[in-house]
């Protein structure tokens, strides 16, 4: 039984996420504050730590966060009122795993976490790694660096195959600009977010990726970065 530990204030809060997890067959612990979170976290061993940002009290949930990385790669989500895209950024480049804007839907919740265990599960074994992904009509040989749209190859450069490659292994996975920069082109180019605009508007046309056919292999987060559709197990 995947094991989920909810870190909120509110105890309405904690009481309605986890009467909804339950349902879902979740075993679920609950913290009221940060020292709470850390000591089951450490106690309990949670499969997902769904963390909100504002806990009223030291440590709120930014420095749980933090603290958590320093010791535990255990996934986690965070929970916030706030929706601007310096938040998110903010968030993601602190060490968590996904972001849900307050009020949320249990169904969506639900899916967030099974996304982040499913890249969990594969990041813990390389080895098994598939080497090709298909989605559609696109396939990534991972092995070869070859890449295809229906039956057709796809001239990427090193750049455009490096960047996709990042983001299609990680299927579902926000990916900021500045994590993106770091990984494909290097740290010194962490503040160049125009790089990651340009390559991805012509990988994209690469792709024959298709708005107005709802056809998007890569999601945009407004401000934030990309993210690779998700993949259904």
């Given at each position: 039984?995947?094991?989920?530990?909810?870190?909120?204030?509110?105890?309405?809060?904690?009481?309605?996420?986890?009467?909804?997890?339950?349902?879902?067959?979740?075993?679920?612990?609950?913290?009221?504050?940060?020292?709470?979170?850390?000591?089951?976290?450490?106690?309990?061993?949670?499969?997902?730590?769904?963390?909100?940002?504002?806990?009223?009290?030291?440590?709120?949930?930014?420095?749980?966060?933090?603290?958590?990385?320093?010791?535990?790669?255990?996934?986690?989500?965070?929970?916030?009122?706030r929706a601007d895209?310096?938040?998110?950024?903010?968030?993601?480049?602190?060490?968590?795993?996904?972001?849900?804007?307050?009020?949320?839907?249990?169904?969506?919740?639900?899916?967030?976490?099974?996304?982040?265990?499913?890249?969990?599960?594969?990041?813990?074994?390389?080895?098994?790694?598939?080497?090709?992904?298909?989605?559609?009509?696109?396939?990534?040989?991972?092995?070869?660096?070859?890449?295809?749209?229906?039956?057709?190859?796809?001239?990427?450069?090193?750049?455009?195959?490096?960047?996709?490659?990042?983001l299609a292994?990680?299927?579902?996975?926000?990916?900021?600009?500045?994590?993106?920069?770091?990984?494909?082109?290097?740290?010194?180019?962490?503040?160049?977010?125009?790089?990651?605009?340009?390559?991805?508007?012509?990988?994209?046309?690469?792709?024959?990726?298709?708005?107005?056919?709802?056809?998007?292999?890569?999601?945009?987060?407004?401000?934030?970065?990309?993210?690779?559709?998700?993949?259904?197990?």
């Amino acid at each position: 039984m995947v094991k989920v530990l909810i870190v909120d204030d509110e105890p309405q809060i904690r009481k309605l996420v986890k009467t909804g997890l339950s349902g879902y067959g979740y075993q679920v612990f609950t913290a009221a504050n940060g020292q709470e979170a850390l000591a089951l976290t450490a106690q309990k061993t949670p499969d997902v730590v769904i963390l909100d940002i504002s806990l009223g009290s030291h440590p709120d949930g930014i420095e749980v966060c933090r603290d958590l990385r320093e010791w535990s790669n255990v996934p986690i989500i965070m929970l916030s009122v706030r929706a601007d895209e310096r938040t998110k950024v903010s968030l993601l480049n602190i060490g968590a795993d996904d972001y849900l804007t307050k009020p949320f839907g249990m169904e969506e919740l639900h899916a967030r976490i099974r996304a982040v265990l499913r890249r969990t599960t594969s990041d813990s074994h390389p080895s098994h790694q598939q080497a090709e992904i298909r989605i559609g009509d696109l396939v990534i040989d991972l092995m070869n660096r070859r890449v295809m749209v229906a039956d057709e190859d796809v001239h990427l450069t090193p750049k455009e195959y490096d960047l996709l490659r990042l983001l299609a292994t990680h299927p579902g996975k926000v990916m900021t600009h500045r994590a993106l920069l770091s990984e494909v082109w290097g740290p010194e180019y962490s503040e160049m977010t125009n790089y990651v605009r340009v390559f991805m508007n012509q990988l994209r046309k690469k792709l024959h990726e298709d708005p107005e056919r709802n056809l998007r292999y890569i999601l945009t987060e407004p401000g934030v970065g990309y993210r690779f559709i998700d993949l259904e197990p």
